[in-house]
């Protein structure tokens, strides 16, 4: 039986203790997630490249926090430009309605002549006439032709294309991430245009791109998902297949 009452333990000091225990887990989990993003563990997006995956997340975070800084930047520039407006707008309306009180006293205080009726009426139709003219002198403002389309532009597939690649012959490049596999998509047309052994050496030469950038297997389809070759599962190269028969 052990001796009561119990000794007596500090809450705080339990505290402290299980804190130091959380921090020292934290830094533990955060050196395993930047080991693995350097050696590229960690999952990424289809669309960017495998040779870019260790700088996806940490641009990403980097993202993330620059946005609260700007929508402060933004809110405290929108309330100093709000400020001067807002004294700007109540100068004005006081000076005007002082001018027009003292416009009005003058006007009865000086008695209009029989003669100042026809000068009136013909500075009122001047300006009307004036305005007739402008509006029958006004061009339509000249049309702004629309904005080119926007150039798209695929990183891997501008990879795979070196000098040597005929054009309009590569059309795409569709990484498998979790078959650790490369697809490309060739044109069928394009394709039947080369000899046997340009077919065999631009076949190697995608291969030792496709392994540069870290993909396992390079598999070749046409644009009817003929299967045009792939790579050698035992020893190295690239097994082609016969296009020949349509």
Same mark, same amino acid.
């Given at each position: 039986m052990?001796n009561l009452?119990?000794?007596?333990t500090?809450?705080?000091?339990e505290?402290?203790?299980n804190?130091r225990?959380v921090?020292a887990?934290?830094?533990l989990?955060?050196?395993?997630?930047s080991?693995?993003?350097r050696?590229?563990?960690?999952?990424?997006?289809?669309?960017?490249?495998?040779?870019?995956a260790?700088f996806?997340?940490?641009?990403?975070l980097?993202?993330?926090?620059?946005?609260?800084?700007?929508?402060l930047?933004?809110?405290?520039l929108?309330?100093?430009v709000e400020a001067?407006?807002?004294?700007?707008?109540d100068g004005?309306?006081?000076?005007?309605?002082?001018?027009?009180?003292?416009t009005?006293?003058?006007e009865?205080?000086?008695p %209009? $002549?029989p003669g #100042?009726? +026809?000068?009136?009426?013909r500075? &009122?139709?001047a300006?009307?006439?004036?305005?007739?003219? =402008? *509006?029958?002198q006004s061009?339509p403002?000249p049309?702004?032709p629309p904005a080119?389309? %926007? $150039?798209?532009? #695929?990183? +891997?597939l501008?990879?795979?294309i &070196?000098g040597?690649?005929?054009?309009n012959?590569?059309e =795409? *490049?569709?990484?498998?991430?979790?078959?650790?596999?490369l697809?490309?998509?060739?044109s069928?047309?394009g394709?039947?245009? +080369?000899q046997a052994?340009?077919?065999q050496e631009q076949a190697?030469?995608?291969q030792?791109?496709?392994?540069?950038?870290?993909?396992?297997?390079?598999t070749?389809?046409?644009d009817?998902d003929?299967s045009?070759?792939r790579s050698?599962?035992v020893?190295?190269?690239?097994?082609?297949?016969?296009v020949?028969v349509s």
């Amino acid at each position: 039986m052990p001796n009561l009452p119990a000794p007596y333990t500090s809450p705080w000091r339990e505290f402290g203790r299980n804190l130091r225990a959380v921090l020292a887990d934290l830094g533990l989990r955060i050196r395993e997630l930047s080991r693995r993003n350097r050696e590229g563990d960690l999952s990424v997006p289809a669309f960017w490249p495998p040779a870019w995956a260790p700088f996806f997340w940490p641009l990403l975070l980097a993202l993330v926090l620059a946005l609260p800084a700007a929508g402060l930047r933004w809110l405290s520039l929108s309330h100093s430009v709000e400020a001067p407006v807002e004294q700007l707008g109540d100068g004005p309306s006081t000076s005007t309605s002082q001018s027009l009180q003292a416009t009005d006293a003058d006007e009865l205080a000086t008695p %209009a $002549l029989p003669g #100042d009726n +026809l000068g009136s009426n013909r500075d &009122d139709a001047a300006p009307s006439s004036s305005i007739g003219s =402008s *509006a029958e002198q006004s061009i339509p403002p000249p049309s702004v032709p629309p904005a080119p389309p %926007a $150039l798209q532009i #695929d990183p +891997l597939l501008n990879l795979m294309i &070196d000098g040597d690649t005929p054009d309009n012959l590569l059309e =795409s *490049a569709e990484p498998d991430l979790r078959a650790n596999r490369l697809v490309l998509r060739v044109s069928r047309s394009g394709w039947r245009a +080369l000899q046997a052994g340009s077919r065999q050496e631009q076949a190697e030469t995608w291969q030792s791109i496709a392994e540069d950038l870290g993909y396992g297997s390079l598999t070749l389809l046409d644009d009817e998902d003929c299967s045009l070759g792939r790579s050698a599962r035992v020893g190295d190269g690239m097994i082609l297949f016969d296009v020949e028969v349509s």
